[in-house]
Nanobody, 115 residues
Framework: QVQVAESGGGLVQPGGSLRLSCVFSGNLFSIYTMGWYRQAPGNQRDMVASIENVGFTRYKDSVKGRFTISKDDGKKTVYLQMNSLRPEDTGVYYC?????????WGQGIQVTVSS
């Protein structure tokens, strides 16, 4: 089993920055994909960014150039640095880890971008 703990959300003004962190523990495989999804009120959950164990990254088009996903394998942590935040970035952010046939999700963390 894998445990997931997210942190770093909150309220920020447009143009501001936040960094989300997600720590995984338990039975972790060396081959994996980690990432972040976002769910705004009334919308489906969409992929924001992902990173594979070899370092390959993917981003949702609307966050390219503003968000950066990174990982620290020693700390078993994935990060999402969010810069130039916009009101439309508001939502609940969920981190996940996919390894083998299984997926493990965090409980979700609120990010609100508002003046």
């Amino acid at each position: 089993q894998v445990q997931v703990a997210e942190s770093g959300g909150g309220l920020v003004q447009p143009g501001g920055s936040l960094r989300l962190s997600c720590v995984f523990s338990g039975n972790l495989f060396s081959i994996y994909t980690m990432g972040w999804y976002r769910q705004a009120p009334g919308n489906q959950r969409d992929m924001v960014a992902s990173i594979e164990n070899v370092g390959f990254t993917r981003y949702k088009d609307s966050v390219k150039g503003r968000f950066t996903i990174s990982k620290d394998d020693g700390k078993k942590t994935v990060y999402l640095q969010m810069n130039s935040l916009r009101p439309e970035d508001t939502g609940v952010y969920y981190c996940y880890r996919e390894q083998g046939p299984a997926e493990f999700w965090g409980q979700g963390i609120q990010v609100t971008v508002s003046s």
